[in-house]
C-alpha cells in the first residue's frame, strides 16, 4: 500500500482559517447589511407608490441596523421607529383621545385648527366641518377613522429577499477573493 505525504498542510489550515476569519463578526455583518439595502430601498420605493410621502418623513425615518452579529451570524432589521409607521403597514383605527373629535384638514390650512378662527357647522348629511370665514370647509370633525392597511415594509421584503440573499452572497464571495489573494 503506498504511504502519501502531504506537504504543506499547515500553511493550507492557515488559508482556510483566514478565509473563515474573512467572513465573521463584522464583515458578515457588513455583507448582510447590503441585503437589508435592498429591502431598504425597495420599502422606499412601495411608500413612494401608496402615497404616503406628503412630508417624506416616513421614507426618512427607514433604516437598517445590526441587531445581532457573532462570529457566525448577523442580523439585520429593516424599519422605523415612527408612532404611526404600523397604522399604515397593518392599517387600524384612530380614536380622538384629548378632544371629543380628530380635525382631518381638507383645506389650505394645516396644524391644529384651534390656531385659526373657525366656525363649527353641521352639513345637511350630518358631517361636522370647521369653516373659515369665507365659508371654505378647512377640518372635517370625526370621533375616529379607520385607516386602511397600506403595507410597505412587508411587501418590500416578500418581494426582494431572493435579490437580498444574491447582494449578500456576492458580498461574501468579494471577501473571501480579497482573503484568499491576500
Avoid: C, W
Avoid at 441596523?65 to 383605527?93: C, D, M, W
Amino acid at each position: 500500500m503506498p504511504n502519501y505525504q502531504v506537504i504543506g498542510t499547515e500553511e493550507l489550515l492557515a488559508k482556510f482559517k483566514a478565509l473563515s476569519e474573512a467572513v465573521q463578526g463584522d464583515a458578515l455583518a457588513e455583507a448582510t447589511m447590503s441585503g437589508g439595502q435592498i429591502i431598504l430601498e425597495a420599502a422606499k420605493g412601495n411608500i413612494q407608490e401608496q402615497g404616503l410621502i406628503r412630508t417624506r418623513t416616513l421614507s426618512r425615518s427607514l433604516s437598517e441596523e445590526v441587531v445581532e452579529k457573532s462570529p457566525q451570524r448577523a442580523v439585520v432589521a429593516v424599519g422605523t421607529n415612527l408612532e404611526y409607521a404600523a397604522i399604515h403597514e397593518f392599517g387600524g383605527v384612530i380614536q380622538a383621545k384629548r378632544r371629543k373629535y380628530l380635525a382631518i384638514p381638507v383645506g389650505e390650512l394645516t396644524g391644529s385648527p384651534m390656531k385659526y378662527d373657525l366656525h363649527a357647522i353641521k352639513t345637511r348629511k350630518g358631517n361636522l366641518v370647521l369653516m373659515d370665514a369665507s365659508g371654505k370647509v378647512q377640518y372635517v370633525l370625526k370621533p375616529s377613522v379607520r385607516i386602511p392597511a397600506r403595507p410597505y415594509l412587508r411587501p418590500a421584503f416578500d418581494e426582494k429577499h431572493g435579490q437580498a440573499q444574491e447582494k449578500i452572497g456576492e458580498s461574501l464571495k468579494i471577501m473571501i477573493e480579497k482573503a484568499a489573494a491576500g
